[in-house]
């Protein structure tokens, strides 16, 4: 659903470019809770949860190379808003998407520069609100259990793709350059992306899942998952008063294997299964062919790209160009993501510090002030 330069006229690009500068603001602080680690009991600290966060990132971008298909003549791929936000929280999940629409836009033409705004309100911040607001609705009433997450990011995923639909047609009737009535695009577009929407379920759906069953302390989402234990007690026996004592805390698990697993299988999607995925155009483009949407594109500012429409310069053979493509895009997606998130942590750690530093000159000063009273 990546929205090209020329679909959506300047007042509204840039308007929405301010939303999205907006977003990646307040997801800029929020991130610093989720990738800092809630308590300590969960385990996770900035050190462990940057690095994962830009592998979603690298992930992401893998899948969305996949197009499958839908329909006749029609494909889609991978939103990945609901994946990201209940891999690594939704304030981080924002700052995921839009790192690897920025670098499909730059490196690979793929969604417009003018238009990156406009991609990055509909396919980062609609989908993960979407999605992760009804994902955690969905955890309030379901049983306490991993299934139910998974189930619940099923359901997400599912709905997240006709509203990131909604959401285009939306801008669309605000801003279209081309006379084509609001209401053939809207029918077109969300039919289409039910369908899609399916395929993003089952791919989020398996993704979470098969992360719970390896790793279920890595999933956000599923954090606080397990309900406390209690006491049982006879009805005639009331409980005693006494605490049982604290269980000794479980040293942390390393993430260096589940990380390394994660890398390969980004990579060998990008570098071998993109071969194989669907050359029909996506749900977007080919709505906007049939309805005449696309009349008024303009052409990519990065078309001379070296890594344009996913293949590499230079290098005849379609499969190891296309390939080789997904494996630059899975790594400059892995570095600009960590790189991102990195800084988030240490900008959270520096001013845990310096907050810990104020409290213990504060408290120095009040020992120096009681001390000075006692002499007096």
């Known amino acids: ?128 609100l979407v999605a992760y607001g009804l994902f955690r609705l969905l955890l309030a009433v379901l049983p306490r259990r991993r299934s139910s997450v998974t189930a619940a990011s099923f359901v997400a995923a599912l709905v997240s793709v006709p509203a990131a639909a909604c959401a285009f047609t939306l801008l669309y009737a605000l801003g279209g350059t081309t006379d084509v009535p609001i209401g053939k695009v809207f029918t077109a577009m969300t039919g289409v992306h039910v369908l899609i929407g399916i395929g993003e379920a089952v791919i989020t759906a398996l993704t979470v899942g098969a992360v719970l069953a390896v790793r279920p302390d890595l999933v956000y989402g599923a954090r606080g998952l397990t309900a406390p234990l209690r006491l049982r007690t006879s009805p005639l026996r009331p409980a005693p008063d006494a605490a049982p004592a604290p269980a000794p805390a479980k040293p942390a698990r390393s993430t260096r294997r589940f990380a390394l697993a994660g890398l390969l299988t980004a990579l060998a999607l990008a570098g071998v299964g993109s071969y194989y995925a669907s050359a029909s155009p996506d749900g977007l483009e080919k709505v906007a062919h049939d309805k005449g949407i696309d009349s008024k594109t303009e052409e990519h500012a990065a078309k001379d790209s070296p890594l344009a429409d996913y293949q590499v310069a230079d290098i005849a053979d379609g499969r190891i160009s296309g390939g080789l493509a997904g494996v630059i895009g899975v790594g400059a997606t892995l570095l600009v993501g960590t790189g991102v998130t990195w800084v988030v942590v240490r900008r959270r750690r520096g001013r845990a510090a310096a907050a810990e530093n104020g409290t213990a000159a504060t408290g120095t000063a009040d020992n120096g002030t009681a001390a000075t009273g006692k002499t007096a």
């Open 1 to 128: 659903m990546h929205v090209p330069d020329g679909f959506i006229d300047a007042p509204v690009s840039l308007a929405t470019g301010a939303v999205a500068a907006a977003a990646v603001a307040v997801s800029l602080r929020g991130a610093r809770r989720e990738l800092g680690g809630t308590a300590p009991a969960d385990g996770l600290g900035g050190e462990r949860t940057a690095p994962l966060a830009g592998l979603v990132a690298a992930f992401v971008f893998a899948v969305q190379m996949l197009n499958f298909p839908v329909a006749a003549g029609t494909s889609g791929h991978l939103l990945g808003g609901a994946l990201a936000a209940i891999l690594v929280g939704p304030f981080t999940g924002v700052l995921c998407i839009s790192v690897v629409l920025l670098m499909q836009a730059v490196l690979f033409a793929d969604g417009g520069l003018t238009a990156l705004g406009v991609n990055i309100t509909d396919m980062a911040v609609v989908t993960t």
